[in-house]
């Protein structure tokens, strides 16, 4: 066996001051899809510029899609263990995270944070006590299912179409037309300008960008942006520019205002994809995971590894590339112990605090990752150490190839990362790095493939391994060389898979349909003695 099928902690408390925790989460941003990772094509300086002032993330693993994602963030366990490992919450389906779960921010509440979620909530919506403000948040400004337009906000999902964007528990009919970004940068520097400086505070801003909207126009963004990006040929990735720009723009404007209320010199701030990109259409998107392989909702790196940082005063060891393997579930303990909290005795846990190791550059206690089971897609895979195997995969295999663009073309515009919002704010604190830092750290992060010959390998037809260091890009299947690790992790995979739980999807509920409820996307469940009929 090449490691325990489940990984306990066994922790010492973690000795620091509460810090303010700023977790901003952007949904479906590829890998390839940020300057620190070799793009030229998009500028994003103000997250080059927090990424080479702290840790870029670089064996960093999420899930391959939204709601299990989110579920790993918030309870520090694999989807498997939550029952939550198998598609997304549709904003009809009566079902949410599981109750018996305590989440990140209640812990945080224990300990005297203030908690607020800005943007996307997407863990259950159809009973209150599955929302935010059930679940450990002081305040939601947001949405409740998976997605909305970005200016007027509703979601066609399914079979259905509702407007879902909320203060609290009141719709927010007053944002209506207001750009969804926008919208979270203003609540979140408003936020940050009324929180009382004698409490640590945590703030959620889970962005809508660059996740695309409705069919009839997937990708909007504002239309005086467009200007910035012709360099562009196809059309829906200039409009995909143009939402990334404004997500920048949104990372720099929070981090600004926390400088200048005096709360950024003892924060920490990490900045996450949910999941890997949708690339060349995938969900009516362009995001690039260029040169890793597949997508969002593949298993496959593209789906899988995610692009990340740690910013904070507090690390030890700064401007740099972590090669220690991440997984979304050691976010939960890892900033509880950050926050505090003597994690030893969460016993449940597949996360791992983690801020040692990062913190002072030394060896990672996680040696493995499990990356999803999914018994009715019938895909799964696995990395231990260097290995990494798949078997089976999503869409008969129709999203199992390498997508673009590479976006390398052209010049980095490395003096605008130096000139960005967010380089401003750190330089104030003496935190940022110059620019051969910033080039060297970005030289180091590109994943290149150029010269990796192919092996292939159809996960449909047999299990495929491949050596992750080596080959990021997978493109050469050993299954054939390596029998003995072959059949070491195929034994591994079995073990996490027996003490999976199963999946908790429920078939929608037409109860839930925005029609009977002023074309809302609402808690129907909360309505017991309702039924549809009586509704029409």
């Known amino acids: 066996m090449l490691f325990p099928a489940v990984l306990f902690i066994s922790l010492s408390l973690c000795k620091c001051d509460r810090p ?16 620190f990772h070799g793009l030229n094509q998009i500028p994003t300086p103000n997250m080059d510029a927090l990424a080479s002032s702290g840790i870029l993330l670089h064996n960093y693993y999420v899930t391959p899609i939204c709601t299990p994602s989110r579920s790993a963030i918030m309870t520090g366990k ?10 997304v919450i549709f904003g009809t389906e009566p079902r949410g995270l599981p109750l018996s779960e305590k989440i990140l921010p209640q812990y945080l509440k224990d300990v005297g944070y203030k908690t607020h979620l800005i943007g996307k909530w997407h863990l259950g919506s159809y009973k209150k006590k599955y929302l935010p403000m059930y679940r450990g948040f002081d305040s939601h400004v947001g949405f409740w299912s998976g997605k909305i337009d970005m200016y007027d906000h509703t979601n066609q999902e399914k079979n259905y179409w509702g407007f879902d964007f909320r203060k609290g528990f009141s719709v927010a009919h007053d944002l209506f037309g207001h750009y969804a970004t926008d919208i979270y940068t203003n609540e979140a520097i408003k936020v940050i300008n009324s929180h009382n400086k004698s409490e640590p505070l945590f703030l959620m801003v889970s962005h809508s960008a660059v996740h695309s909207g409705n069919p009839s126009e ?33 990372v720099g404007e929070v981090v600004d205002a926390l400088q200048t209320r005096g709360l950024l010199e003892n924060s920490v701030v990490i900045f996450t994809t949910d999941n890997g990109g949708p690339a060349e259409g995938f969900n009516d998107n362009r995001a690039s995971n260029y040169p890793l392989r597949g997508v969002k909702n593949t298993l496959w790196e593209g789906g899988v590894r995610g692009a990340g940082f740690l910013w904070s005063p507090l690390i030890e060891k700064k401007s740099r590339i972590s090669k220690q393997m991440f ?22 846990l597949d996360g791992i605090d983690q801020w040692e190791a990062l913190s002072k550059d030394l060896k990672s206690k996680r040696v493995s990752i499990l990356h999803n089971i999914d018994d009715i897609y019938g895909s799964a895979a696995i990395t231990v150490d260097k290995w990494k ?12 190839g390498w997508y673009g663009p590479s976006g390398r073309e052209g010049n980095y515009d490395a003096g605008a ?9 750190l330089r104030a604190l003496g935190l940022m790095p110059d620019l051969d830092t910033v080039l060297k750290l970005r030289e180091e992060a590109t994943v290149k493939c150029d010269n990796m010959s192919h092996i292939p390998c159809n996960p449909l037809k047999s299990p495929c391994l491949f050596n992750i260091e080596e080959d990021p890009c997978e493109m050469r299947n050993l299954a054939d060389t390596e029998p003995t690790i072959l059949r070491s992790m195929l034994e591994e995979l079995e073990i996490m ?14 109860r839930g349909d925005p029609k009977f409820w002023g074309q809302v996307i609402t808690n129907f469940g909360d309505y017991e003695n309702l039924n549809a009929n009586s509704l029409c």
């Open 20 to 35: 303010n925790i700023v977790f901003i989460i952007a949904d479906d941003l590829g890998w390839n899809d940020v300057g």
């Open 78 to 87: 694999y989807p498997i263990h939550t029952g939550m490992q198998h598609t």
């Open 218 to 250: 997937p990708i909007r963004a504002p239309e005086e942006l467009l200007a910035n990006f012709t360099h562009i040929k196809d059309f829906q990735r200039q409009k995909f520019a143009a939402v990334l720009s404004k997500l920048d723009e949104s």
């Open 327 to 348: 997984h979304l579930v050691d976010w939960l303990p890892t900033l509880l112990c950050v926050a505090g909290l003597n994690v030893s005795s969460l016993q449940s």
């Open 389 to 400: 195997l798949l078997k089976g995969t999503n869409y008969n295999g129709a999203w199992d």
């Open 417 to 425: 990362v130096q000139d960005a919002r967010a380089a401003r704010a």
């Open 497 to 510: 898979n027996k003490t999976a739980i199963p999946p908790n999807n429920k078939p929608l509920d037409p």
